[in-house]
């Protein structure tokens, strides 16, 4: 038996490694995801899906989705709100996916998931599409938020209350009992106790929370009561 002698030299063998990586590699830049979505185009997008035809909602959704930007899901999310009942699934598959999870069908639920995911940070833009959407309701809305108001809370989760703006009023000079008359009350009710100059009264949480805000005196001094 015979030692062969190898033909490849060193620097070839080099050559030949390095090509092999590179062909190693090429696969893994083809399939590279598609870049998360620059603000003026997520927003649109979204908008799309709300209010755009049928072959266009399609499209939106399928960008957003393969866009895998997480961004997006409290635009999606008040999307739900303000979908008409034909796209409305649609926004809750996309909201699925970009979440990675599904709290449920309903608006609520997926208010709840962004107050407790703080990770859904939203894109730059959001106060521009949040205002857009409130002011479908109340044009006054543009009033309220605005670029550069300040804030002691995520815009995120601002929503609706089922009133137009000013429209909930406040409850002024309530009418009182004594509390042995209070039959309507009872034993495990929520209430707020105010007392000033020996007197004392008590708001029941589930009146205040319809009118939110008290305007009354107590032992002769005014006061204001607000949720």
Request: proline share 7%; with cysteine.
């Amino acid at each position: 038996m015979t030692e062969q002698t190898s033909l490849w030299t060193p620097a070839a063998l080099a050559a030949l490694l390095m090509l092999g990586g590179l062909a190693a590699a090429a696969p893994a830049r083809a399939a590279k995801s598609p870049p998360q979505l620059a603000p003026g185009e997520g927003y649109e997008l979204v908008r799309t899906l709300v209010e755009g035809e049928r072959s266009e909602r399609k499209r939106a959704a399928k960008r957003l989705v393969r866009s895998g930007d997480s961004s997006m899901v409290p635009a999606l999310v008040d999307a739900v709100f303000f979908a008409p009942a034909d796209a409305r699934e649609q926004v809750l598959e996309v909201l699925r996916e970009l979440a990675g999870e599904d709290p449920g069908t309903g608006y609520y639920d997926w208010v709840e998931l962004v107050g407790r995911r703080r990770d859904l940070t939203p894109k730059d833009g959001y106060l521009e599409w949040k205002v857009s959407q409130l002011a479908k309701i109340d044009p006054t809305y543009h009033k309220i938020l605005y670029p550069g108001v300040p804030t002691r809370l995520r815009l995120e989760e601002v929503v609706w209350c089922g009133a137009g703006v000013g429209k909930i009023p406040a409850l002024d000079d309530p009418p009182r009992v004594e509390a042995s008359a209070a039959d309507k009350l009872h034993d495990d009710e929520e209430v707020f106790g105010v007392s000033f100059g020996g007197e004392h009264h008590a708001y029941p949480l589930r009146y205040v929370s319809w009118h939110e805000l008290v305007n009354d005196v107590v032992g002769g001094q005014a006061f204001v009561l607000s949720l």
